[in-house]
DNA sequence: GTCGCAATTGCCCCATGGGGCATCTATAGA
DNA sequence: TCTATAGATGCCCCATGGGGCAATTGCGAC
């Protein structure tokens, strides 16, 4: 029991470990090359998980990588049994579009890249792979996945903090950052300075702001 | 004499206009196609260079739209005699990296496409070339290049101003944009508070801004 | 040498921001 | 009914920002 619970809990680690490194989901049809780009991503101490077709991945990608947390991108062969890349990319864009999605493609036409490029993939790699392009590509698309998860966080963080913020004091810090002076403010929704005052201090103190330079550069990045 | 002068001021009129309207720079070796891209951009309104190779719009370009303002693009054949269409492509990205090219090809390799999107290329039409979607890319790469260059003049306005700072005036502007009262950056420059505020309001006379919200915008437009 | 300009500073005054202390009202819950 | 919370306000005090007036210094240009 107790070497069950100690292996258990050394694999969350690695997985949580290789995580932060980065989640590589490999979609592909031939289970050679499956395992191949498996023990590669391995190798390189990244998280892979390899999906037969995209079915597969939609129904369990969610919950395989679930706790994982860190940047991850998709390495996908375009012509797939059932649904392909190109109709996967579209039903992925819709949730999570942080994910940059790399195409493979041996025998494809040009209409296919053209496409998966106007449609916003991240790169079109072409068969046979060159293994330091294929690693240099997912090497950037995680950067960028490690970015964009960055500021989706402190989006979220900062929309947090926002949220506290009662009407009054919202409306407030509106006119502050249109540069308006307590007295200003005040007359203009007719209540007296010591008010203004007031909801100033606490939505300063609330955001977490000491000055009117935060306070503006906070409200650049998440509109109040 | 007043005939010419007439007409040469009209030509220039309708010019400008449209090339407020947009320039499109068309980059093919076929007469044909050059001469009926250049109708279809003329009626609907857009200013339309063509050139018949990479090298010929290189010499020839500049100095025939110089004086036309307005958002352009670049339509432009892969497989061209002479300097190729991708070759031109990292050339133009040299200079300025403002102007969006699109790739059109026949019978090109996927090879093309690819390298043509990951050097930055903006779009890429199969031939046949669809008419509608030819011109709604055309569309939206003029409006890339036009909020492209909107960024750059406001770019280039507020350099000019934050220029007419004294490197005194820049290090004040810098503390206040850390935060700091006026004593503090005092302290940090060893000046008198009395110095700081003349140096300040200097600053924000030159920088045309009356409080330091809007300060803050501009700092984040441009480095000081 | 004189002029203009940047930098510096002191004195002084007023406007504005920040905030403690106390009070009052209204409203949603416990 | 009692309480917590948001909103509003007055009084008062101190710190800070803004800015006029005047003077000094140093440097490059004419």
Known sequence: MSNVKKLRTISQEDEAKRGAQGVVYVLDDDP??????????????????PYESAEAFLLRAEDASAHVRGPRCLLCDVSLPGMSGLELQSEILDRQHTMPIIFMSGASSEIEVVRAYKEGGYAFLLKPVDI????????????????????QQESNALHALVTQLTEREKSVVRLVLQGLTNQ???????IALRTVKVHRQHAMEKLGVNNVVELTRLSEKSPI
Chains 1, 2 share one sequence.
């Open 32 to 49: 050679g090359i499956r395992s191949a780009y498996y023990r590669l991503f391995d190798l390189d101490g990244y998280l892979c998980f």
């Open 132 to 151: 330091d392009e294929l690693l240099d590509t997912v090497s950037t698309a995680l950067a960028l996945s490690y970015s964009r998860q960055q500021e």
């Open 184 to 190: 200003q403010i005040g007359d203009q929704l007719h």
